[in-house]
């Protein structure tokens, strides 16, 4: 707890979701003010802000401007930009400001050379290290043959608790795609089209390999004799590097990749784990964990630097706004928007934007249970009832400490988001208001990957 005039205590509280993160909101009046914490019985100054010594030992500092003294914080370096749902293309601007007497962010600016230290020291890391250190000690990979019907290739994504699984085709004894919670999506929205030449009861025999070529064909992906051209498994071997393994995920916007083990003749490939971002983050997080001042980025708040797609600020402009919707929205608008969007998720929110809940693409998985896709219009289930659907589902796909969703705020600083993100499970994080819970963005595993490798 902080202490008020150093007399009394001001009691913290748990933030929702986010348990292990303490907040308090105080009235302050403009100038310099000195805080420190009260915890389990000792003095703590918070070692990640800026320290001073006094007559009350070594304390914390903010200097809340009156609102003349505004000055914008500005990140100027050329990066790159902040993910595939950004608000604009310009420079993002932050302002440290106090209005009324009322505490806002203020942020630490971080120079150009501070970013590149940081980044060739992480990426140094990455290419010193291989996939074959992701592989878990004991675990399972679930893969599916391609001439499994689709109907019970998702019945198995669902009961596995997976969103995606590689595929494995007998004929010529190699792994050629992955099926996952997108393909459900499309075949879902296929099937609620009149004009479709597929129907629910050859979704009982229509085969993943036969989807997947029609998928193709739909997607103009066919060549001159009106066959499917051949696609390429993104996938990585054991002696890859992380930072290779980093660049595939990211450079084509896939949640995983297989690590294949192959006999140099290419033949009997065995796959040994489902590599993910979340996993090579947990190994950065960990390496650094002692050492987190020779990264001098870890140290800054999300909102100073060109990280996650954030909600446009009034008078911003905004080519593609930030997606939300009310739990009363169509289940049909929801998977319209993440595939049209290309987006993960979309934040679930009340009417005064204060997030309920997210809705992500692996939800869908959740209507392979008693066959319910069967039984439901997209156009009439709402996003709430879709999601009390799959409140007892078996998938543990996106909970983490009981939470169907994981939240931070703007002032946390990036290395508190890693540390979340590299969670089991977590594949972002909601960017709200402290109290209010109003969303204010988003962070994924895409957006810290592609800020850290530049």
């Known amino acids: 707890m902080p202490i008020s005039s150093w007399t009394e205590h001001i009691p913290m509280s748990p933030m929702e979701g986010c348990p292990t993160v303490f907040q308090v909101i105080c009235n302050l009046t403009p100038g310099y003010h000195q805080y420190k914490f009260y915890v389990d019985g000792e003095w703590q100054h918070d070692e990640h802000q800026h320290p001073v010594s006094g007559g009350y030992g070594i304390v914390n500092t903010v200097f809340l401007a009156r609102q003349t003294d505004v000055v914008p914080v500005v990140f100027t370096?050329?990066?790159?930009?902040?993910?595939?749902?950004?608000?604009?293309?310009?420079?993002?601007?932050?302002?440290?400001?106090?209005?009324?007497?009322?505490?806002?962010?203020?942020?630490?600016?971080?120079?150009?050379?501070?970013i590149e230290i940081s980044r060739e020291r992480i990426a140094l890391f990455l290419s010193q290290h291989i996939a074959y250190e992701l592989l878990p000690e004991s675990g399972k990979v679930v893969a599916l043959d391609v001439n499994l019907p689709v109907k019970q290739a998702f019945h198995v994504l669902y009961e596995q608790g997976v969103p995606v699984a590689p595929l494995w085709d007998f004929s010529r004894g190699h792994f050629v795609g992955v099926l996952t919670a997108i393909d459900f999506i499309l075949i879902l929205r296929e099937l609620g089209n009149h004009g479709s030449n597929l129907t629910e009861e050859e979704l009982e025999t229509h085969t993943i390999l036969a989807w997947k070529d029609s998928k193709s064909r739909l997607s103009g992906q066919i060549d001159g004799n009106g066959g499917a051209y051949p696609r390429q498994l993104i996938h990585a071997e054991p002696c890859d590097s992380l930072k290779d393994v980093a660049l595939k995920i990211v450079q084509n916007k896939v949640s995983t990749v297989p690590i294949i083990h192959s006999s140099p003749d290419g033949s009997f490939p065995q796959l040994l784990h489902l590599a993910s971002l979340s996993g090579i983050l947990k190994c950065i997080c960990r390496h650094f964990k002692h050492s987190s001042s020779t990264l001098p980025i870890l140290q800054q708040p999300i909102s100073s630097i060109p990280l996650g797609t954030w909600v446009p600020r009034i008078g911003e402009s905004s080519s593609r706004p930030f997606a939300m919707l009310r739990q009363n929205a169509s289940l049909s608008a929801a998977l319209s928007l993440l595939v049209q969007a290309d987006v993960s998720s979309v934040p679930i929110v009340d009417d005064s934007h204060s997030l309920i809940d997210i809705y992500s693409r692996s939800d869908i998985t959740s209507l392979a249970k008693d066959r319910a896709y069967a039984q439901v219009s997209l156009d009439e289930m709402s996003i709430r009832q879709a999601l009390l659907l799959g409140q007892d589902a078996h998938s543990s796909s996106g909970i983490c400490n009981g939470q169907r969703y994981q939240m931070c705020l703007p002032s946390d600083p990036l290395h508190k988001v890693m540390e979340r993100l590299a969670n089991p499970g977590v594949r972002r994080l909601v960017i709200v208001e402290a109290g209010s819970k109003r969303v204010e963005g988003i962070i994924t595993l895409t957006d810290v990957f592609r800020f850290l490798l530049g």
């Open 77 to 114: 370096p050329e990066a790159p930009g902040r993910s595939n749902m950004d608000v604009d293309d310009n420079t993002f601007i932050h302002m440290a400001s106090s209005s009324d007497g009322i505490l806002h962010e203020a942020v630490q600016g971080i120079s150009e050379a501070d």
